[in-house]
């Protein structure tokens, strides 16, 4: 069955660092998104993303993250300047149609010290 | 906007006894709704999902949730559970369009031998 591929599993990262966290979506879907999950919280919105373009982010997502599909595979969340208080679990999904369920990646754990 | 209120943080149950884990949501629109399961350290894992037609929604696992419009809920079952079934529920739901999901804060499901 097809997946979401994420990389790293685990990344940790001194506070005000950059991170780059990767997905691989499944290959014929055509939107994209990210989540984050706090330790101990709920799974949060942060981003949608189709046609090359952001259609949707939430309150978390401000200045400090962005998105990037630099190429027909990959689809990246970048973080400029790391806080303590992103450490969470990111989840990037994929979905072909938009509104029948995403798949889901088995997520990057980062930890900011 | 939509919204998702899972009643309980905690069930645990016996092995091989039923359960029911309850979602109630709250929508001006119609939705669409999920159920997804994820493992210790894993992602997220889509159990179900209703979209419209039978109320009554068979997924995998031996899972099945129903949708009711009236009580504007959608409660997970299982008639007799393993200890393999040890995880983190979530409801969700999204809105026709399906650019973005709102979560539950999740059920922790814990099976007892």
């Known amino acids: 069955e097809p997946e979401v591929t994420q990389t790293p599993s685990h990344q940790v990262t001194q506070m005000g660092q950059e991170v780059i966290l990767r997905c691989v979506p499944i290959s014929n879907h055509l939107y994209f998104y990210w989540y984050r999950q706090i330790l101990g919280q709920k799974v949060e919105f942060l981003v949608s993303?189709?046609?090359?373009?952001?259609?949707?982010k939430s309150e978390i997502f401000d200045d400090q993250f962005s998105v990037e599909r630099p190429d027909g595979s990959n689809f990246t969340l970048k973080i400029r300047s790391t806080k303590l208080e992103d450490s969470a679990m990111y989840f990037c999904?994929?979905?072909?149609?938009?509104?029948?369920?995403?798949?889901f990646g088995s997520g990057t754990r980062l930890t900011v010290v | 906007a939509q919204s998702v209120t899972q009643l309980d943080s905690q069930v645990p149950v016996f092995e091989e006894a039923p359960v029911e884990l309850r979602c109630n949501y709250s929508?001006?629109?119609?939705?669409?709704l999920f159920w997804y399961v994820q493992y210790p350290n894993q992602g997220l894992q889509l159990l179900l999902k209703y979209l419209s037609g039978s109320t009554l929604v068979k997924g995998i696992n031996g899972f099945e949730a129903e949708f009711n419009k009236s009580q504007t809920s959608f409660h997970l079952r299982k008639p007799s559970v393993h200890i393999s079934d040890t995880a983190e529920y979530f409801c969700?739901?999204?809105?026709?369009?399906?650019?973005?999901?709102?979560f539950g804060t999740g059920t922790s499901l814990t099976v007892i031998p």
């Open positions: 993303f189709y046609n090359n373009e952001i259609s949707e």
């Open positions: 929508s001006s629109v119609s939705v669409y």
């Open positions: 969700a739901v999204s809105d026709p369009t399906g650019n973005q999901f709102y």
């Open positions: 999904a994929s979905s072909r149609t938009g509104n029948y369920g995403y798949t």
